[in-house]
């Protein structure tokens, strides 16, 4: 379609402002099928339809369901989080339990049952101290006990495998010896000297300095059952999750009502606005209507009436010889009756009457006569089951878009021969609904067509083809013409 001097189409306008990107495959995604455009020179104008940043309003199925799933992953994740914090608080209460518990059998226990012979092996220091160690010390959930020389060396241990063996203290032992003080902790069983203790888990380890009748200094060290702080933790857990579980309960049981009558609120809205929608398109439906009637009752037929007029007067000047004056009143005759003409087709634009009454095809042969009577032959088929398969709105997308080719056609093209199609075709889903325009003009390049400013041209059929979920495209090569293609969903409902 090439354009008159200092002119360009609204349709190649709009070919020309989506040219500049090159051609592109059909994206997998969107509302609208895809045909078969698998051949080379298509430029897209519409792909789908155009993103939308309004989302759906939830339903109460969905309301309830996600209320459902809060009820049930919040108190997951509190449990968890108070077991977690439940065990930290455990052991520690028990570290120091343990701290406590150890010096009192060391001062009050232990201690006073030293004597000097037991940094020797003396048997009867040693047997002193062991049998107060059973008897007394073991009977308070210990499960070891030993007794260190600040050089490393285990004097005393109620395991025997252990007794005269030497291990290098570690440096909180050397602090606890060096600054007399009780250390508690979590017991590190890698160590070499815990050989004997590692077949039970996780062990408390409480350790402090005790002396012999002339001052010696020795270490003390036990290791308690960790199983007292597993059964503290789960007293706490099972405290803190009832109570946060409940609450959570409670809370969710509250908010239930309100989110309910929300919910509601929020669908009475939706309905009322989709109601107003309604009548607004009802009422601007009307109002072209009224504005086409009162076009076509009033400055139509006065035109038309002067245009008759103006012939009329034309020839009798022509009679009388007066030939300027009547080659005027003819120009002017003919001016009015574009005029006239012009505005029968606005009237079409206000309000198709051919589409709302005869339909879609009826509508498509129409808009082929005026090429027929430029002696340029017309070929239309229209598939009827493609018709039934489209809505009010795509049948009126299909409408505007085959007007806008058939229009550049007559404009630019200088073709001899259009065919317009209109049928269902194969997608890669479903059967999408096809509008192919194909002429054998003179055809144009579309990366090479600049953009003019001031025309719309098909870029408003390309933004309605989007809002309909529809795809636009364009092929075309100088003197190779022009080929359109309108694909949109065949789901016979206004999306």
């Known amino acids: ?129 062991d049998r107060v160690v059973r008897e007394r010390v073991l009977p308070a959930g210990i499960v070891r006990v030993k007794l260190w020389r600040p050089d490393g060396t285990i004097v005393y241990a109620d395991d025997a495998r252990l007794v005269g063996q030497r291990f290098t203290l570690a440096e909180d032992q050397r602090e606890a010896l060096s600054s007399p003080q009780t250390r508690a902790e979590v017991s590190d069983l890698a160590r070499s000297e815990n050989e004997f203790e590692r077949y039970g888990g996780k062990l408390l380890e409480v350790y402090r300095p005790v002396w012999t009748p002339s ?52 669908e009475s809205a939706r309905a009322q606005r989709e109601d107003l929608l309604r009548r607004a398109v009802d009422a601007s439906d009307r109002e072209r209507r009224r504005i086409a009637a009162d076009l076509h009752d009033g400055p139509v037929q006065d035109l038309v009436a002067s ?105 630019h093209a200088e073709a001899s021969h259009v065919r317009l199609r209109l049928g269902l075709e194969d997608g890669d889903r479903v059967r999408p609904v096809v509008l192919r325009v194909e002429d054998d003009g003179n055809g144009f390049d579309p990366a090479l067509q600049p953009p003019a400013a001031g025309h719309l041209g098909l870029r408003v059929v390309a933004d309605l083809a989007s809002d309909l979920g529809a795809v636009l495209r364009v092929r075309s090569a100088p003197g190779h013409g022009t080929e359109w293609l309108l694909a949109l969903p065949a789901t016979g409902e206004q999306p």
Do not use: K
């Open 1 to 129: 379609m090439r354009p008159a001097p200092g002119e360009q189409s609204a349709a190649e306008s709009a070919e020309s402002a989506e040219s500049a990107r090159p051609t592109t495959p059909p994206r997998s995604g969107g509302a609208a099928a895809r045909p078969d455009t698998t051949g080379p020179g298509w430029t897209t104008l519409a792909d789908g339809p155009a993103p939308t940043r309004e989302g759906r309003l939830p339903t109460r199925r969905r309301m309830l369901l996600q209320l459902g799933a809060t009820a049930i992953v919040v108190p997951v994740v509190v449990v968890l989080g108070a077991s977690w914090a439940a065990s930290r608080l455990a052991e520690r209460e028990a570290v120091n339990d343990a701290a406590h518990t150890t010096n009192l059998l060391a001062l009050t226990v232990v201690q006073p049952t030293l004597q000097d012979g037991l940094l020797v092996g003396d048997a009867t220091a040693v047997a002193a101290v």
């Open 215 to 266: 001052g010696s200094q020795l270490l003390f060290e036990v290791y308690g059952d960790y199983a007292p702080v597993q059964n503290r933790a789960f007293d706490l857990w099972r405290g803190l999750a009832g109570v946060l579980t409940t609450s959570l309960l409670l809370l969710l049981a509250l908010l239930a009502p309100v989110l309910w009558r929300l919910l509601e609120r929020l």
């Open 307 to 411: 245009s008759l007029a103006v012939s009329g007067a034309a020839a009798r000047v022509g009679a009388e010889g007066r030939r300027d004056l009547e080659g005027t009143m003819t120009e002017a005759a003919t001016t009015v009756r574009g005029s006239v003409a012009s505005l029968r087709t606005l009237l079409v634009d206000l309000y198709p009457d051919r589409l709302a009454d005869a339909g879609l095809a009826a509508a498509l042969s129409d808009l082929a006569r005026p090429l027929t009577a430029r002696g340029i032959a017309v070929d239309v088929e229209v598939d009827h089951a493609a018709t039934e398969a489209l809505g009010p709105a795509a049948q009126q997308a299909v409408h505007r878009v085959a007007r806008e080719c058939l229009r550049n056609v007559v404009r």
